[in-house]
């Protein structure tokens, strides 16, 4: 009894004893884990505070400097906006002034112009001519349709001879072709003479039958300022900015001066309505930022903040009569750094300030656009990247930190507490357990590398079948594409005369059409004369050869493009601003043709010839009216005798 108590108590104590050394091993796994985790965290935690430090600075100083560069892109962008209608004034202004020079030029000598003049105009005070209203109100002649024009010759010194009625009547017709395609751009378009007269195309009023008798347009500075006397550069100007009663808005007025040979003759001239421009330029769409315009005469031109009556009415105020020193402090920074036409922007600091100020320059009438941006506005949008980084840091360390601690528990820790297993069941002389893996051992090296090889052994055969695969896609899809291109030629291109079909040429005709205005481009419908005598006569072979060569022949310029449409019809699209030049290169062509020399008996002109129709394309237009226009001008071609061409 006694001994079989000793050892009942010795197993319990044996037990005891195994738990006791379990736990003193687990307490040891776990000091190890934590003193590694601590370690860890504690270096991860110092160098991503100091690499966040120098990202945040860094992040922060091109923050900054980004958003400069977009404030300075978004201003250029508004002003580029805004002042184009400023270009298009003065290209328009040009192209009137040149158009008239070649108009003028072109009808020296015409006597009908006098008598066009003495018709159009009647003396309605001692001295004063003025157009007939009917030409605002709307008149039809034989050259075209007037509308919304007036015109006043004011008293001179000299009476008005026929070289000035002559030029009146071609400044007119100039006027009343160009004036209205600009009338949705400008306020008004309008050519004056230095003999006091003055020509206008408007919708809005009839200047020329309204204006005052006795009134002379060159005593004012307007025109004035295109006179040879005033403007011997004979530079081409804009006047100041001026308020409009009738209208009820700001204009200014750019003029361009044209003398022929030392002679000042007109200048053309545009009116601009500039109240909603001035208006979208001072607007501000954010809180804090404020913009205005001065000219270069120390004058405020425009500005966001309410002024007295008296003031807004002057439209351009001094600098000296206003009471807000903050536009006295910005003139001054731009009188230092003026923006110029090869720096039209600059960024301006003033020490100590809390503003940004960028000052651009719009080109026309080179005006100062300003726009103050507060310096916290710029520090506030610049904190927000460097502040996402440094938040983004910081959750990627704790994620990292999570990640190591899964990784050290299972990596350290079960390795761990598994050989303590395994050493305990050696130490209880339980080798079979051991040996035959009953208990598994995780973290062996070896086996670990021999799965990494296994995987990599296995990624690059995965990659070399992707490689071969994508090579044999390639090659399929490369294949499939010149299968397709060469589909595609045989689907548009005629087989017996090698040059375009009639789907190539509906596909063309339609795309052409589909641009916007102006199309610049005519439509040439050609067909061989007497085709089927020849046919008849000389052999169905040799119209084919009639028909090849025409076709080569046809294809050689550059600005055709030349299809068969039927038979021996021929459509041609020519690249063409006037029905004129389509009329001078379908002349080329058929001359072109006639100089084969191709001997036709059977045809009153005794060579293969061409009969041509010739129609612009023209803006909404549809291919079938495109097309019957052509028709129709070719049938015309054909009944007047053949190898002709006419226009429809």
């Known amino acids: 009894m006694l001994r079989r108590a000793l050892n009942g108590n010795g197993y319990w104590i044996t037990i005891l004893a195994t738990k006791r050394a379990e736990r003193r091993r687990t307490a040891l796994t776990r000091r190890l884990t934590t003193r590694l985790l601590v370690s860890i965290s504690l270096w991860s935690t110092l160098l991503v505070f100091i690499i966040t430090g120098i990202s945040f600075w860094q992040t922060y100083t091109e923050a900054k400097s980004e958003q400069l560069s977009n404030m300075v892109n978004t201003t250029s962008q508004r002003i580029e906006r805004e002042a184009k209608i400023f270009r298009i004034a003065e290209q328009n202004a040009d192209i009137l002034a040149n158009a008239f020079l070649q108009r003028y030029q072109r009808k020296q000598g015409d006597t009908s112009l006098v008598q066009q003049y003495e018709d159009w105009f009647e003396e309605t005070d001692p001295g004063v001519m003025r157009l007939r209203a009917a030409f605002y109100e709307g008149l039809a002649t034989e050259q075209q349709y007037w509308q ?110 044209t003398d022929l040979q030392g002679r000042h003759l007109i200048s053309a001239s545009h009116d601009i309505y500039l109240t909603d421009v001035m208006e979208r330029l001072v607007r501000s769409d954010r809180d804090g930022v404020s913009h205005m315009i001065f000219n270069q005469n120390r004058e405020l031109i425009a500005t966001p903040e309410d002024l007295s009556s008296s003031m807004q009415k002057k439209g351009i105020m001094s600098l000296d009569q206003l009471q807000n020193p ?32 960028i000052a651009t320059m719009i080109a026309g009438p080179e005006w100062w656009h300003v726009t103050i941006f507060p310096r916290q506005l710029i520090q506030q949008a610049s904190m927000q990247t460097p502040l996402r980084v440094a938040v983004l840091s910081l959750t990627l360390l704790i994620m990292v930190l999570l990640v190591v601690y899964v990784f050290v528990n299972y990596r350290v820790s079960m390795p761990l507490r598994q050989l303590s297993n395994a050493a305990n069941l050696v130490g209880q002389q339980r080798y079979q357990e051991v040996a035959d893996g009953e208990h598994e051992l995780t973290g062996k090296k070896s086996e670990i590398g021999l799965l990494a090889r296994s995987f990599q052994d296995m990624a690059k055969r995965i990659l070399e079948h992707q490689s071969t695969l994508e090579r044999a896609v390639q090659a399929r899809t490369a294949a499939l594409a010149s299968a397709n291109q060469k589909l595609d030629a045989i689907a548009h291109m005629d087989g017996l005369t090698g040059i375009l079909n009639r789907r190539a040429f509906d596909r063309d005709l339609e795309l052409q059409l589909s641009r916007p205005a102006p199309v610049n481009c005519a439509l040439l419908l050609a067909d061989v004369d007497h085709f089927k005598a020849f046919n008849d006569n000389y052999g169905h072979q040799a119209g084919d050869h009639v028909l090849q060569d025409i076709a080569s022949t046809l294809n050689k310029p550059d600005n055709v493009r030349v299809y068969r449409y039927g038979g021996e019809e021929i459509a041609i699209l020519v690249d063409a601003e006037t029905a004129e030049q389509a009329e001078k290169i379908a002349h080329q062509l058929c001359q072109r043709i006639e100089a084969l020399n191709i001997e036709h008996q059977h045809s009153e002109h005794g060579l293969v010839t061409l009969s041509m129709g010739v129609t612009m394309l023209r803006p909404q237009d549809t291919a079938e009216a495109t097309i019957e226009r052509a028709d129709k001008a070719l049938y015309q071609a054909k009944s007047a005798g053949r190898n002709l061409i006419r226009s429809g």
Do not use: C
Not at 345 to 354: G, P, R, T
């Open 148 to 257: 919304y024009l007036s015109a006043f010759a004011g008293p001179r010194n000299e009476a008005i001879d026929t070289e000035l009625q002559s030029r009146i009547v071609i400044a007119l017709e100039t006027l009343a072709q160009y004036g209205p395609a600009w009338q949705h751009l400008v306020a008004n378009t309008h050519i004056s003479m230095p003999e006091n007269v003055l020509l206008i195309y408007s919708q809005d009023s009839a200047w020329g039958l309204l204006a005052s008798p006795t009134l002379d347009i060159t005593a004012y500075a307007v025109v004035r300022s295109t006179l040879q006397s005033h403007n011997p550069e004979r530079e081409p100007n804009w006047t100041g900015l001026y308020f409009d009663e009738s209208a009820r808005e700001w204009v200014i007025t750019y003029q361009r001066p």
């Open 326 to 357: 903050i536009y006295e402090e910005v003139y001054q920074l731009l009188e230092n750094n003026p923006p110029a036409h090869n720096t039209p922007v600059q960024i301006l600091e003033k020490e100590a300030s809390d503003n940004f100020v």
